[in-house]
């Protein structure tokens, strides 16, 4: 009871209430609750005065039956209206804030959560948590009907309302039992399905290590594991879910026989009436299927669903640290750049302490060192996704956090390994940072890419597949470069775009960066000792460091710089 309140605390709290809604569902299901508990009070009528041959009486009451019918179902009606209504107000408003909330988060999150539970969050868990309003309505109208019917049941026969009682308890408490080990292997269940969705996205990312290092084998064993422990679970819900449902059946079918053997022996021992017969087999049959759809469906579907709204709450309880950005409008950045004395932790790990350099303009630089050393983080501080802890950084000699914020992105730009192009054309990929054809154009030729692109079957209008498939590396690469210049930033970066790229390719991006350079600021960060040959400004970082920095000729006794150049580990 106390986990159902606290998901509804949690419910509401990411998509409030539609209250005027949520009483149209509660004020249409009361209505037709009571017009169905009138239901059974007329058939009792109709049969009462048709045994007394009151043809007059009998005649309203078929009327009553048949208004108390049609209100029932008219009623009824505006209760699926409502939650119709509803669901769709809570679908739209979670999928709007889910994106709007993702979008607003920083690098921190999807190092904190895993994509498969954010992904789960903001797709089926919608789905599943839309519902629980609705459900919600149901067990309280519900639980008031059941109530109800007891009681008129009791004022029928105090006897047959304290056998209905006990029933309708002991079919409660049983289904309670059972539904709670239901659950405990329905999550266990849960648990392992998600390990095998993770077996199977490793198996197929690792594809070619898996073959090449004849792995398959034993891998297969680490699968089986989990698939037997699912299926393991799987049998012992689906064996408490029969248990549970037999039981109950057993139950309420051993009250119904109770109550017809009391009704017919009061019937024969003349206290009762057939109509009264009718009335009280009609009220317990209300309440069988009552209680079981609150159990078997509401209170189910509400226990089951809690998992979904804990994930999607989760996701929104993630407060990105917090960048204050200044109102500079200065469009005219001419794009040099000055790291003074930079610090930077992440958590109590120290990443960047004491970076000081200075990038001119028309220039091509590139920041080089070891795996880990924190070349990435430079990058991504003269992006502004982080602050550093202590120190400036400087564009033009103004700090960069006094900029504006679309001023600021306008000017610096980032391209990375990822070149990452989404599941439309060309033209539709480049259009997203700027729609005109002939800039689209301009920057294709610039870079060398245009007479490629019109060879395509169908040009800039070829659709590009997921994850680029049907293009060279190259020509994605470039496009992601092409994408990077339409923004018309002056200072571009570039982490590692020529890591998955062989010697040649290397060379002629490399060319192309060169030019790019003589018109803009050009940051990159490379391994490759190719591409450090060809720089006018290199910046070597070791441990979070600056420890050297220069022309290439200046560094050519740099022990730094040598050890690179000659580390197996760059080729
Ligand atoms: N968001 C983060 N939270 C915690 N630690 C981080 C985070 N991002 C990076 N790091 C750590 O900071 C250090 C510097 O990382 P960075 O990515 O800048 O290195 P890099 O020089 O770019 O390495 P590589 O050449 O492998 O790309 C590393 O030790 C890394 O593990
Ligand atoms: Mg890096």
């Given at each position: 009871?106390?986990?159902?309140i606290?998901?509804?605390?949690?419910?509401?709290?990411?998509?409030?209430?539609?209250?005027?809604?949520?009483?149209?569902?509660?004020?249409?299901?009361?209505?037709?609750?009571?017009?169905?508990?009138?239901?059974?009070?007329?058939?009792?009528?109709?049969?009462?005065?048709?045994?007394?041959?009151?043809?007059?009486?009998?005649?309203?009451?078929?009327?009553?039956?048949?208004?108390?019918?049609?209100?029932?179902?008219?009623?009824?009606?505006?209760?699926?209206?409502?939650?119709?209504?509803?669901?769709?107000?809570?679908?739209?408003?979670l999928?709007?804030?889910?994106?709007?909330?993702?979008?607003?988060?920083?690098?921190?999150?999807?190092?904190?959560?895993?994509?498969?539970?954010?992904?789960?969050?903001?797709?089926?868990?919608?789905?599943?948590?839309?519902?629980?309003?609705?459900?919600?309505?149901?067990?309280?109208?519900?639980?008031?009907?059941?109530?109800?019917?007891?009681?008129?049941?009791?004022?029928?026969?105090?006897?047959l309302?304290?056998?209905?009682?006990?029933f309708?308890?002991?079919?409660?408490?049983?289904?309670?039992i059972?539904?709670?080990?239901?659950?405990?292997?329905?999550?266990?269940?849960?648990?392992?399905?998600?390990?095998?969705?993770?077996?199977?996205?490793?198996?197929?990312?690792?594809?070619?290590?898996?073959?090449?290092?004849?792995?398959?084998?034993?891998?297969?064993?680490?699968?089986?594991?989990?698939?037997?422990?699912?299926?393991?679970?799987?049998?012992?819900?689906?064996?408490?879910?029969?248990?549970?449902?037999?039981?109950?059946?057993?139950?309420?079918?051993?009250?119904?026989?109770?109550?017809?053997?009391?009704?017919?022996?009061?019937?024969?021992?003349?206290?009762?009436?057939?109509?009264?017969?009718?009335?009280?087999?009609?009220?317990?049959?209300?309440?069988?299927?009552d209680?079981k759809?609150?159990?078997?469906?509401?209170?189910?579907?509400?226990?089951?669903?809690?998992?979904s709204?804990?994930?999607?709450?989760?996701?929104?309880?993630?407060?990105?640290?917090?960048?204050?950005?200044?109102?500079?409008?200065?469009?005219?950045?001419?794009?040099?750049?000055?790291?003074?004395?930079?610090?930077?932790?992440?958590?109590?790990?120290?990443?960047?302490?004491?970076?000081?350099?200075?990038?001119?303009?028309?220039?091509?630089?590139?920041?080089?060192?070891?795996?880990g050393?924190?070349?990435?983080?430079?990058?991504?501080?003269?992006?502004?996704?982080?602050?550093?802890?202590?120190?400036?950084?400087?564009?033009?000699?103004?700090?960069?956090?006094?900029?504006?914020?679309?001023?600021?992105?306008?000017?610096?730009?980032?391209?990375?390994?990822?070149?990452?192009?989404?599941?439309?054309?060309?033209?539709?990929?480049?259009?997203?940072?700027?729609?005109?054809?002939?800039?689209?154009?301009?920057?294709?030729?610039?870079?060398?890419?245009?007479?490629?692109?019109?060879?395509?079957?169908?040009g800039?209008?070829?659709?590009?597949?997921?994850?680029?498939?049907?293009?060279?590396?190259?020509?994605?690469?470039?496009?992601?470069?092409?994408?990077?210049?339409?923004?018309?930033?002056?200072?571009?970066?570039?982490?590692?775009?020529?890591?998955?790229?062989?010697?040649?390719?290397?060379?002629?991006?490399?060319?192309?960066?060169?030019?790019?350079?003589k018109?803009?600021?050009?940051?990159?960060?490379?391994?490759?000792?190719?591409?450090?040959?060809?720089?006018?400004?290199?910046?070597v970082?070791?441990?979070?460091?600056?420890?050297?920095?220069?022309?290439?000729?200046?560094?050519?006794?740099?022990?730094?710089?040598?050890?690179?150049?000659?580390?197996?580990?760059?080729?």
């Open positions: 009871m106390k986990a159902l606290e998901t509804y605390r949690k419910l509401w709290s990411i998509i409030p209430l539609y209250k005027s809604n949520f009483c149209m569902i509660i004020l249409s299901k009361i209505f037709a609750t009571i017009a169905s508990v009138f239901i059974p009070i007329s058939a009792a009528n109709i049969v009462k005065y048709l045994t007394i041959n009151d043809y007059q009486s009998t005649s309203l009451w078929i009327f009553y039956f048949f208004l108390a019918t049609t209100l029932k179902v008219f009623f009824y009606y505006f209760n699926y209206y409502g939650a119709a209504k509803d669901s769709q107000y809570c679908y739209t408003n999928k709007q804030k889910c994106y709007d909330k993702l979008s607003t988060y920083d690098l921190e999150f999807t190092k904190t959560k895993n994509i498969d539970e954010i992904l789960q969050a903001t797709s089926s868990d919608i789905w599943k948590v839309v519902e629980l309003n609705d459900n919600l309505s149901d067990v309280i109208i519900t639980f008031i009907k059941i109530l109800v019917v007891i009681a008129l049941v009791a004022t029928n026969s105090l006897f309302g304290a056998l209905v009682l006990i309708s308890l002991f079919y409660l408490i049983v289904t309670c059972f539904n709670n080990k239901v659950i405990e292997y329905l999550h266990k269940q849960r648990k392992y399905q998600d390990k095998i969705a993770g077996i199977l996205i490793e198996e197929m990312e690792s594809l070619e290590e898996m073959k090449a290092y004849n792995m398959e084998d034993k891998y297969y064993q680490h699968f089986l594991q989990a698939n037997n422990k699912f299926c393991d679970n799987y049998g012992k819900k689906r064996r408490y879910a029969d248990l549970q449902s037999n039981f109950s059946q057993l139950i309420l079918e051993l009250g119904e026989i109770a109550i017809y053997l009391v009704t017919l022996f009061l019937l024969f021992k003349g206290e009762y009436t057939v109509d009264k017969i009718v009335l009280v087999i009609g009220y317990f049959s209300m309440l069988t299927s209680l759809y609150m159990l078997e469906s509401c209170i189910k579907a509400m226990i089951n669903n809690k998992i709204v804990e994930r999607i709450y989760d996701l929104f309880q993630y407060h990105p640290k917090k960048i204050e950005f200044g109102s500079d409008t200065t469009d005219d950045i001419e794009g040099s750049l000055e790291f003074k004395h930079v610090y930077t932790s992440y958590g109590n790990k120290k990443v960047l302490q004491d970076v000081s350099f200075v990038v001119k303009p028309k220039e091509l630089t590139a920041i080089v060192g070891r795996s050393s924190g070349k990435s983080t430079i990058l991504n501080h003269i992006l502004r996704l982080y602050q550093p802890t202590s120190g400036v950084i400087l564009i033009d000699s103004k700090d960069i956090f006094s900029y504006q914020e679309n001023i600021y992105k306008a000017n610096v730009s980032v391209v990375t390994q990822k070149s990452l192009l989404f599941n439309m054309s060309i033209h539709d990929n480049l259009s997203l940072v700027d729609r005109n054809t002939t800039h689209q154009q301009e920057v294709c030729q610039t870079l060398g890419i245009e007479e490629e692109i019109l060879a395509l079957p169908q800039y209008q070829t659709m590009i597949e997921e994850n680029g498939a049907n293009i060279s590396t190259r020509l994605k690469q470039l496009l992601s470069i092409a994408r990077c210049l339409l923004t018309k930033a002056e200072i571009l970066l570039f982490d590692e775009i020529t890591s998955s790229l062989d010697r040649e390719t290397t060379l002629q991006v490399i060319k192309v960066l060169k030019k790019l350079a018109t803009h600021t050009v940051i990159l960060i490379t391994h490759k000792k190719e591409v450090m040959d060809q720089v006018d400004h290199l910046i970082i070791n441990k979070g460091r600056k420890v050297a920095d220069g022309t290439v000729e200046s560094l050519q006794n740099d022990p730094y710089y040598l050890d690179l150049k000659n580390s197996k580990s760059l080729e």
